[in-house]
């Protein structure tokens, strides 16, 4: 028996590129081998809780559009809610979800009440998980919306709060293990600052570190065998968030010894709010060795705030998933949509039409990405072009062998005059519309 | 004898706020003691010897708008230069100047000759600055203008055209050693990328890693004392430059086990490229330890290229400086001019006449800077508002003597429901507002 | 007898630019005379009930922090708001208020009974305006927050939208004359859209057009004397909106033969998203002869969304007061402060200071500008510098007596070779600083 | 005879879509029949000679990196390089081309040589499009390049500068014609200003109003029978461009009643720069009646500055055809690439490659275009959405006879209240990738 918020939706199955049918998937085989591997393993999709169950549709400057039965503040809503989530995840097929414990649960009159309720949703997502297949890509806490935390969570003036957070953090690491949650993620919406005036940022960053700390430790001390992940962004709601970007997160992960400890979670909106491109920070997260899942919805470009939209530009995705196979692809992580409609998507399908559409561009960027990966026109080229670094010479400066002495002696020496190489940019991108 | 350059310029004198010369400082009175110092010795200016004396006026829809005689690309015209240079900074009374190799003589045919000329001119400035007392804040080498390092210098493919930029960064060091400078900077104009497409963005860190390397020990190994600064800028030439921001460079150190070694000169034009405000980089810097020297131009902020222009904005140049004086002061650093005239500014007058303008908003800015530092009123806030971290329990936390559960348990027992408190940005906007 | 909200709150006074008390004025005297008039009669200051009263706190990422004894979302609600906005109005002594009906009563069941609602806070407005001498700046019509109104207001593609909105406008302008109001404004939220995809876009135009020609017949038809006014903004929450900046609204008016009808309320935050400066689109509104009013609220520069922030950088708003002053100051229009507390600002004081600091940083902008306007300095660079436009050729041409062959043949016969000219441009931001 | 540059290049053939000859084409077939009309006539594409011959790799950081033969500065090397320009023009079988005058001469001693020289090279061309069939879609003047243009050409404050700018364009416009160019544009680089400061904006919109409209006479005098076009351009290299995007320049030419004789050349490129999608400003073009021509390169999303890269991401280029396809096509108007190799791209053959890409991807671009036009899914659902405007209630109101007080009278007397509808935007996006 189902809930009927779908109505007498059938599973979500794969037609090939040519169905119009809006409720199936044209790219997205699940069992489909790509590179070695069923695309399912490959792309490890996840639903997220909060955008498809918990958002009312509200703007700056408009409420709630969304009318869902669940929306009642009360357990029964939230019993209701986990039906109809579950419902979904069955449709689409996917393997995967995440959640706050704000998604999944009204807050109570006390920590304890909320953490009681939690726990009550949770053991109906453990049956509901086993009844269904359906996995916990990763747990978070909601560490932002309530008003507790406007001035932040571990970064609060109020050492209270830090306490409030941490004891929020511990039991969703707990419920997380519980659910054998894949990853955990941080996500410091409001560790950051409005205004530098009111701020003592070194302290607020001494605070952060040490709350990380304190969360991988305990993660640790459980036996939690996930991924404990961050996930950058530079700014909104906060002026700075203190985890901007990759390489931002990387420098706080070294300057509190975590960088073997902690990955990151890259978001493609997030990744535009800080004026990368995706694939930059896929790239620079792997060469660092703390890549870890992403959060595949997009910005749109012309927004300066996150639309978190549902990713639909395959090229695009292509190069955002050919940096993820060159890394090895994900272990513990996957594809996360932390996508919501649009305010004005007001129907129960749009749900499904949304991640069905997400996940098919999701599907085709990888076979794209595949493609190339095995082609190795590009790598070729790359391989190629720092060839030169490969000879002995290149070798003993890369190695420490040589001072800048050694290196300028060699210059007059030998006249050293390097001419410039076509760096063939156009071609390569004409290389990679071989493939999208 | 002068150039006549500027005609028969007098020495910029003080003259008041009252004052309405254009050749007359307003505020910059350079043995006013503001906190306890001269403002000389606060503020160390520098003049900026590629944008005032090197720079054509061009950009990119336009060619060469100023004329001056010493533009011949020869030896003589590099003289003529060096004459009026010095003639500026003496009629500014600056303390300090700053250059690149390839901004003071032309390019020779070969490394060897390019070298030799800059020897010649660099025996020149000894003199001069014999004569003068004006004094080098920073050396610096071109690795981004000439062909050869269009696809970077330290991180170009070619290890040849690493090896030319090592011996031309060796020889710049050397010479700025020679010339006593404070400082040397590395800013990495083709350190990044244009496309990912032909990059290996590991590699290249590793290169970068390795030439920085090279030149902190050959620094070290000849004596230099001046500090080593790398001047962050997110992008521009290149879509994605390695030293993004503040918070990048810091990772970027961290990495290669250079955070001892090297600090920051912060752009104003840059930070604003990045995603941040001025003052939000400053203390990033001052709270990781690596704050070193300010370019104090800034960018038209409805511009996204660096427009590199005279500082004019008193109350966030006071912002700024209240973030350096939090910090203890420039040491080895100073206030460079990284600023060009408009290029419809093509009058000779106009060199000081902008210099002037932006020392004396400098010069307000840290008046007002020092007060709001003195009075206490902001910082006396900030300190109030994490004073409940001062207590037993923020203590043994931030000292690490509490686990996750241990807060978490409080939080249960006490029922702790952490109230949150007035940030008061306005009234602290409020508050600058008296000093500026 | 008052609320008690303020507690024992007295009328902010001016004190003099050495005041510390934060709720007195240290700028603005309102019957000190500038420019020949009165600063009250020349900044005309209106306060926002909106954020100032209606506002809760919320963001995208969070829910309410403020707690108002008004937020019951009934009649004893509204009334309540009403006693404590009339008490800010005097207490701070502003001349000016402006609202939108949904900011002063409660939506009802049916347009009948909001209309009803709005009607009874009326009344109590218009005794209170009569009580407290505070008149109203402007009314105007909420169109963007009910769900209704989720694809536009004018702009659905349901004219049942349009008619309800018409309706609702129509109420606000017998409202706006009710109350003497001195201008009716327009700001279209949701005027504009998501995407292309699903959008007519020039049958909105067309609807939007109809729209406005039938509001200024209906303030026309009723003998309204304000003005009408729209408030341009690119986007937000919209992806696009059709009243981008002045000069969009300036071609919509001329395509509906509106532009004697309606001028532009310019806000500076909207001016920036839109990628100008604000003084840019006050100078070009007074080009064009639609300059109307101001909302003299920044936005962070950092933000890319509508931070709606109070004022503080003087010397900013004195280049805007400058080309206000240039265009002969306020006639209908005023300054609004469309700005909204940070929601970490939870005192009832901090709604005092927030007012107070940005009604300060006015004054001094506007005595600014009047003294740069009085001067001349600057005016007389420029027309200096246009002065050989006076020439007889320059009119002839100007005048359409030339046609471009006249003028070919004049440069070919007279070897016309202009020479450029310095535009001084550091020294004219010089000049500015010696007034700010 | 060739002159070699491209070594013993072929033309350029249609292979297919599974070709991976970097000098094929893959998709862009022009005699295929697209939606009723050969591909060469749908997309009349155009190399644009200035990027592709006259410029030399250089940036706001470094010098040329390209090196020509051509490169003389004399008129030897202006006939090679129409040589080899011709030569790309016949290999990539492209049927127009475009330049600038200062594109194709060295600049004379004076006016009369410079026009003297022009002419020669005009001869040159005459013949060889003659010879080769290509044609010239559009004529234009440089009027930013030379430091006379420093502070803007027809809004120079100099009224020699104008007449200067004046002589220019006619001699321009008499070339086109004499070629046969079928539009002639105009892109103001310097019909802006850098600072408000030193500029009159009212009087310099007057001039530039009046230039336009001797231009437009000068053209229906002389009889040609093209289309003048504008291409907007919201800033860079100035501050502020008047001509910012479609939206304003059709207020512009509304305010000189040029509307019915100017139409817009739309680059994508500089409509992200505004701010605006390149569907958007097509959109707002067809809608407003001026659409005339595009430039089809795009901007890097990541970069704050005019990139000029040749287009690559076909579903971006399928929403601009789409629009163009909606708009009727193009009639004078064509695709040309104002694009420039990136200035890593030395090779000759580098100049090939892009252009093919380029061509490929609009030709996928169109196809897809016309199928989702043919379609009719998403027209289909947007005439839906808007279909109760076809009733007669609707068509009352939309033609104007319907008072505001009308239509109140109705809301309130029907209990009108409107209810929302899905706006399905997700389904949509998922449509378009039916056909990408
Ligand atoms: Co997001
Ligand atoms: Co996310
Ligand atoms: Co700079
Ligand atoms: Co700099
Ligand atoms: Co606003
Ligand atoms: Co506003
Ligand atoms: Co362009
Ligand atoms: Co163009």
Chains 1, 2, 3, 4 share one sequence.
């Not at 199936?24 to 169950?53: C, I, P, Q, T």
């Not at 005036?197 to 036996?223: C, P």
Request: glycine share 10%; charged share 25%; hydrophobic share 40%.
């Amino acid at each position: 028996m189902t809930t009927g918020f779908f109505g007498d939706v059938q599973p979500v199955r794969f037609e090939g590129a040519d169905s119009t049918n809006p409720l199936a998937y044209r790219f997205y085989n699940k069992d489909e081998v790509v590179a070695g591997k069923r695309m399912e393993d490959h792309l490890r999709f996840a639903v997220a809780y909060w955008h498809s169950f918990a958002w009312p549709g509200g703007d700056p400057f408009g409420g709630q559009t969304f009318e869902r039965p669940w929306f009642t503040d009360d357990m029964a809503g939230a019993r209701l809610k986990a039906d109809v989530a579950f419902e979904m995840f069955t449709a689409l097929d996917v393997p995967f979800y995440c959640f706050h414990d704000a998604d999944v649960r009204p807050e109570g009159q006390s920590f304890t009440e909320s953490a009681r309720r939690l726990d009550e949703i949770v053991d109906i997502f453990a049956r509901k998980q086993e009844e269904t297949g359906v996995q916990l890509l990763w747990g978070t806490a909601n560490l932002f919306s309530h008003r507790r935390y406007m001035a932040g969570a571990a970064t609060n003036p109020d050492p209270d709060v830090f306490a409030y957070a941490a004891a929020t953090v511990k039991h969703c690491i707990d419920v997380t293990k519980k659910l054998g949650g894949a990853n955990y993620v941080l996500w410091g919406g409001r560790e950051g600052y409005e205004t530098l005036l009111n701020t003592d940022l070194k302290r607020e960053r001494q605070q952060a570190g040490r709350f990380l700390s304190m969360a991988v430790d305990y993660a640790k001390k459980i036996g939690f065998t996930g991924t404990i992940l961050i996930e950058p962004k530079p700014q909104e709601p906060t002026k700075h968030q203190y985890d901007y970007d990759v390489a931002t997160v990387y420098g706080f992960l070294k300057e509190f010894g975590l960088e073997n400890e902690v990955k990151v979670n890259i978001e493609q909106g997030h990744a535009i709010l800080a004026g990368h491109s995706f694939e930059h920070e896929l790239a620079l997260a792997a060469a660092l060795g703390i890549f870890g899942s992403i959060d595949m919805n997009r910005n749109d470009y012309q927004s300066g705030w996150d639309t978190d939209q549902f990713p639909n530009n395959v090229p695009e995705m292509a190069l955002a998933y050919y940096e993820i196979l060159k890394a090895g692809g994900f272990t513990t992580g996957g594809t996360n949509f932390d996508a919501k409609l649009r305010r004005q998507s007001l129907d129960a399908e749009d749900l499904l039409v949304a991640h069905i559409g997400g996940m098919d561009a999701c599907a085709r960027g990888l076979k794209a990405a595949a493609r190339m990966l095995e082609d190795g026109v590009l790598s070729g080229f790359v391989e190629e072009r720092y060839s030169r670094w490969n000879s002995a010479e290149g070798q003993a400066i890369l190695s420490g062998q040589r001072t800048l002495e050694d290196v300028a002696r060699r210059v007059i020496k030998d006249a050293v005059d390097p001419q410039p190489r076509s760096g063939k940019q156009e071609w390569l991108e004409n290389v990679v519309n071989r493939y999208v």
